[in-house]
């Protein structure tokens, strides 16, 4: 099983930054692909960016490109989403996720976890 926990979340103002962390244990090898997505209330779940523990095949959703940036420390095992300028639309729970397959599909990954809210004050 692979454990993520999500962490950096919070309350702040418009144009500021923000950068979560993913922490990941145990059986972290079944998860080639990290991901972010996030949900705002009343909302679907929406793909953010993914990024493989290699460092390769980074992508990000088209309106979010050039604000966010996502990276990863593989000698901590951790993933990271570095948010810049961020807007009062931004505001959702932000999930990592882990799965086996490149994609901006919720259902094709494996392993969530608990998510961590950002909310951004206009």
């Known amino acids: 099983q692979v454990q993520l926990v999500e962490s950096g979340g919070g309350l702040v103002q418009a144009g500021d930054s923000l950068r979560l962390s993913c922490a990941a244990s145990?059986?972290?090898?079944?998860?080639?692909?990290m991901a972010w997505f996030r949900q705002a209330p009343g909302k679907e779940r929406e793909f953010v960016a993914h990024?493989?523990?290699?460092?390769?095949?980074?992508y990000y959703t088209n309106s979010l490109k050039g604000r966010f940036t996502i990276s990863r420390d593989n000698a901590k095992n951790t993933i990271y989403l570095r948010m810049n300028s961020l807007k009062p639309e931004d505001t959702a729970v932000y999930y990592c996720?882990?799965?086996?397959?490149?994609?901006?599909?919720?259902?094709?990954?494996?392993?969530w976890g608990q998510g961590t809210q950002v909310t951004v004050s206009s």
């Open positions: 145990g059986r972290t090898v079944s998860n080639t692909v």
């Open positions: 990024i493989l523990w290699s460092g390769d095949y980074i």
């Open positions: 996720a882990g799965g086996r397959v490149i994609s901006t599909v919720v259902s094709r990954y494996t392993n």
